[in-house]
C-alpha cells in the first residue's frame, strides 16, 4: 500500500533521507535484510491519463491492488504472465474501470537491487521531458518489500530546443541534477508483495497520473532480437537469387482467388550466412493480405549458402511472387476426396457433432436478419512508434550520453524499448442501433449511431462507417466454419468438455487443411451437447479486410501478430442463441519476444432486443 506525503516536500525529504545517519540506518537495516538472498527486480511505470469529457477526476489518491480489488478479477490470471502482458492488461483495465480516453506512458523505470545500496537513483531522459526516480529501501523480508519512493519532473518550459537529441538528453539529464528546474510529483512510501503489483492514482496541479509498481526476484532476461531482424547488418546485394532448398507456398485465400485478385508480389529478401530468411520486405505491392501471406511464407524459406571470398556471409536478393487463381489450387486431393476422408477420419461422435452444427448454423443465420439490437462499442488502439525511433531505442542501450568531467561518471541511456507510442493511444466509445439490411439481395450491416463517447447524437441518421468493424458480422462467424460447405475445408478434434454460459459444452478445435481458411488460422468452439448450439467460439487469425495497418506492421516488423476473435452467444430466441459480446485483440511481440505489447483492443456487447417476422428497414422499426 501507499502512504502519501505531500509532493511540495519533495526536496526537503531528499535531504532529510540523504543525511548520513539516515543512509547508514537504511544501508546496515537493508544489507541484514537482503543477505544470503537473491536480487529483486524493481519496476515502475507511469502513465499521464486523460478522461473521457463527461468524466470528473478523482482529486484525492487511490491505491489498488490486482489480488484484493474486485474491479481487476478478470486480469488476475496475468500476474504469472511476463511483465510487458501484465502493463497491458492493467491499463486496458484502468481505461474501463476509470473511462479514460486516453493513456500515456511516461517511462518505465526498470532497475535490479541486490541489498547492497541505500539508494536506487535514476534519470529518465527525454529530448522535451525528463524525471529522476529515487527509491529508498526500508525492510526487505520477502516476499514482501518496503521502500520510500519520490519522482519529480523537469518545469514546463525548461527544456529548450537544442542542435541535436544527444544534447537534447545531455541538457535534460543536467537538469534533472538542479533542484530549481525540477518539480515534484510524488513522494509516498510503497509496500508490495513479490510479484503482485500495487496500483496508484494522484494529481498534480495540471494533470493525472497513474503509477504501476512490480517488484520481483531476479529472472534472466533474454536477449532483445526483434530489431535485429529490422536491421541484419552487413548483407551484401547481390543480382541473382540463390537456389532455394525449402520452400512454403503463401496462402492464397479463397475469397480473394473468386475476385480475381492476382498479380505478382516484389519481394526483398535478407538471408543468413546460413541461408535462413532473416528479412522480408515488399517492394512491389500487390495486396495488404496477399502481401502479408507471402511475407509470412518466405521467412519460413531456406536457400543455398552465398560464399564471399570462400566464407558463408548473409546477403540480400530480389525475388518476386505471383498469386493467380489458375496456377493455385488446394493442395492434395480435390474438395470431395477431402469430405469423403474428412468423414471417414471422424469417429461417430465427433460426426455427429459436426452434423448437429451443420444444421444449427443454417437456423441462425436465418433467423439472424429478423431482429434489431443496441450495440456498445469500445475501441482501444496504440499506433507503432516510427521505425527509426525503434532501431534507436533498441541500437543505442548503453550508449553514453554524458560524462562527468569533474567525477568521470558516466550516463548511459535507457530509453523505453516499448515499440507502441503511448502519446498516439485513444479509447474511442460507441452505442448505436445495429441492424442487417438487405439490399439488392445483399445482406449489409447498419450502424446508426446514437451516442459517440458518451455524448447523445441527435437525428438518428449518422451511421457508422467503421471498417474494423466489418470482418466481425458475429451472427456468420460459426457459419464460416461449420455451415455446410465450410466444415470440409477444416480439421476437427474433440478437445474437452467444460461448462460455460450454464451450459455443458464440447470443446472443439479447427484446423485449416489448408493451413489457412479466409483470414481463419485456427479456431476453438464451444458447443452445446445436448442440442449442438454455438455457445462460444474463439478465432485466431488476421481478418482479410479492414485491418491494413496490422498487416504493413507485421511485414514492417517481420512478425506475427496474434489476433484473436472472441464471440459469446447467449440471448435466446426460437431456438438460437444469439451473440451478447465479443472481443477482440490484436498484439505484437515486443522487443523481447518473451512479452507481447497490444496494437488495438475492441469490445461489442449487445442488448435490448427487438424481434420481427418480415425482412424490413430500420426505419419501419420504433
Known amino acids: 500500500m501507499f502512504r502519501e506525503s505531500g509532493p511540495s516536500r519533495l526536496n526537503a525529504v531528499n535531504r532529510s533521507l540523504s543525511s548520513p545517519l539516515f543512509v547508514l540506518l537504511i544501508f546496515l537495516l537493508a544489507m ?20 473521457m469529457e463527461e468524466e470528473q477526476p478523482r482529486k484525492e489518491p487511490e491505491v489498488l491492488s490486482i489480488s484484493l480489488d474486485p474491479e481487476f478479477a478478470a486480469i488476475r490470471d496475468y500476474i504469472k504472465r511476463p511483465p510487458g502482458e501484465l502493463k497491458n492488461a492493467i491499463v486496458d483495465n484502468l481505461m474501463e474501470i476509470r473511462n479514460l480516453r486516453k493513456v500515456e506512458e511516461l517511462f518505465l523505470f526498470e ?9 536506487i537513483s535514476d534519470s529518465m531522459i527525454g529530448s522535451q521531458l525528463a524525471f529522476l526516480v529515487n527509491i529508498y529501501p526500508m525492510k526487505l523480508a520477502l516476499p514482501q518489500f518496503w521502500f520510500r519512493l519520490t519522482i519529480s519532473k523537469t518545469k514546463d518550459g525548461i527544456l529548450r530546443t537544442a542542435k541535436d537529441e544527444r544534447a ?32 496508484t492514482g494522484f ?5 493525472h497520473y497513474y503509477m504501476i509498481v512490480l517488484v520481483e526476484e531476479e529472472k534472466k532476461q533474454s536477449a532483445p532480437d526483434l530489431l535485429t531482424e529490422v536491421n541484419v547488418g552487413q548483407a551484401s546485394f547481390i543480382q541473382q537469387a540463390p537456389r532455394s532448398t525449402r520452400e512454403v507456398r503463401p496462402f492464397y485465400p479463397e475469397t480473394l482467388r473468386e475476385r480475381g485478385v492476382k498479380g505478382e508480389v516484389g519481394l526483398r529478401l535478407t538471408i543468413d550466412a546460413k541461408g535462413a530468411v532473416r528479412r522480408v520486405e515488399i517492394r512491389e505491392s500487390l495486396y495488404p493480405y496477399l502481401d502479408y501471406c507471402a511475407m509470412s511464407a518466405f521467412k519460413q ?7 564471399k571470398k570462400g566464407k558463408a556471409t548473409g546477403a540480400t536478393f530480389d525475388y518476386s511472387f505471383r498469386f493467380d487463381p489458375m496456377l493455385h489450387y488446394v493442395d492434395g486431393p480435390d474438395r470431395e476426396e477431402i469430405r469423403a476422408a474428412s468423414e471417414q477420419s471422424h469417429d461417430i461422435a465427433l460426426q455427429e457433432i459436426l452434423e448437429g452444427c451443420r444444421d444449427y448454423s443454417r437456423k441462425l443465420a436465418e433467423q439472424a436478419l429478423y431482429f434489431i439490437c443496441e450495440e456498445a462499442i469500445t475501441i482501444v488502439h496504440h499506433q507503432l512508434k516510427p521505425l527509426q525511433i525503434l532501431r534507436e531505442l533498441i541500437f543505442r542501450q548503453g550508449e553514453v550520453i554524458w560524462e562527468d568531467p569533474v567525477t568521470g561518471g558516466r550516463v548511459v541511456y535507457k530509453g523505453s524499448v516499448q515499440i507502441m507510442d503511448p502519446s498516439q493511444s485513444e479509447r474511442k466509445r460507441y452505442v448505436c442501433d445495429y441492424q442487417f439490411v438487405r439490399k439488392n439481395g445483399e445482406i449489409e450491416e447498419q450502424r446508426l449511431l446514437l451516442k459517440e463517447d458518451g455524448r447523445s447524437i441527435s437525428g438518428r441518421s449518422m451511421t457508422i462507417e467503421e471498417e474494423r468493424l466489418s470482418p466481425f458480422t458475429f451472427v456468420f462467424v460459426a457459419e464460416r466454419i461449420l455451415a455446410f460447405g465450410r466444415q470440409e475445408s477444416f480439421e476437427f478434434r474433440i478437445l474437452r468438455k467444460e461448462r460455460t454460459g450454464g451450459r455443458m459444452a464440447v470443446v472443439l478445435d479447427a484446423f485449416p487443411r489448408s493451413g489457412n481458411a479466409d483470414g ?29 495497418d496490422v498487416l504493413k506492421d507485421a511485414i514492417l516488423l517481420n512478425i506475427e501478430p496474434r489476433f484473436v476473435t472472441t464471440h459469446e452467444y447467449q440471448m435466446e430466441r426460437d431456438g438460437v442463441l444469439l451473440p451478447t459480446h465479443v472481443k477482440v485483440r490484436i498484439e505484437y511481440p515486443g522487443i523481447r519476444r518473451s512479452s507481447l505489447e497490444t496494437k488495438a483492443r475492441l469490445d461489442q456487447t449487445y442488448k435490448k432486443w427487438k424481434f420481427f417476422g418480415v425482412e424490413t428497414s430500420h426505419e419501419i422499426i420504433k
Request: aromatic share 8%; hydrophobic share 40%.
Open 301 to 307: 524459406w531456406l536457400f543455398e549458402p552465398v560464399a
Open 32 to 51: 541484514g535484510s537482503a543477505h544470503a538472498r537473491d536480487k529483486i527486480e524493481i519496476r515502475i511505470w507511469l502513465f499521464q491519463v486523460t478522461h
Open 168 to 199: 537534447a538528453r545531455r541538457n535534460a539529464y543536467q537538469a534533472t541534477r538542479d533542484e530549481d528546474k525540477m518539480e515534484g510529483l510524488a513522494d509516498r512510501e510503497v509496500h508490495v508483495i513479490m510479484g503482485e503489483p500495487v496500483i
Open 203 to 207: 494529481a498534480s496541479q495540471t494533470a
Open 111 to 119: 532497475r535490479t537491487w541486490d541489498g547492497s545500496s541505500p539508494m
Open 520 to 548: 481463419v488460422l485456427s479456431a476453438r468452439l464451444w458447443v452445446d451437447q445436448k442440442d449442438h448450439r454455438i455457445l462460444k467460439t474463439e478465432i485466431f487469425g488476421v481478418p482479410i479486410e479492414g485491418y491494413d
